[in-house]
């Protein structure tokens, strides 16, 4: 059974900081791209960070210089380092995974369970 499990998350001041992290487990058999999201109460779904197998990174314009996404594929896992964290950062972040699984052919995205982040003073 293939898996995302996220951790990291919680409540932190104005300013502060927050490391996120994401592991995947299972039949994997390669990882493509990696990519953190979120999701505020009553907005959709969106894009933060997105890492390809190759390293090429793409930022969403409202955390470009205070976000960094980092891969390791020996561990299968996928971190958002996020600094200077605003009130509007608030959101449940959601990992994914584009994967290639051993015994069956294609690409499959995972999503993990996601975790709550909270900016508030």
């Known amino acids: 059974q293939v898996q995302l499990v996220e951790s990291g998350g919680g409540l932190v001041q104005p300013g502060g900081s927050l490391r996120l992290s994401c592991a995947a487990s299972?039949?994997?058999?390669?990882?493509?791209?990696m990519g953190w999201y979120r999701q505020a109460p009553g907005k959709q779904r969106e894009l933060v960070a997105r890492i390809t197998s190759g390293g090429s990174t793409n930022y969403a314009g409202s955390v470009k210089g205070r976000f960094t996404i980092s891969r390791d594929d020996a561990n299968n896992t996928v971190d958002l380092q996020m600094n200077s964290l605003k009130p509007e950062d608030t959101a449940v972040y959601y990992c994914?995974?584009?994967?290639?699984?051993?015994?069956?052919?294609?690409?499959?995205?995972?999503w993990g369970q996601g975790t709550q982040v909270t900016v508030s003073s």
């Open positions: 994914n995974a584009d994967l290639q699984l051993e015994y069956v052919t294609g690409t499959y995205r995972y």
């Open positions: 299972g039949s994997i058999l390669s990882i493509n791209a």
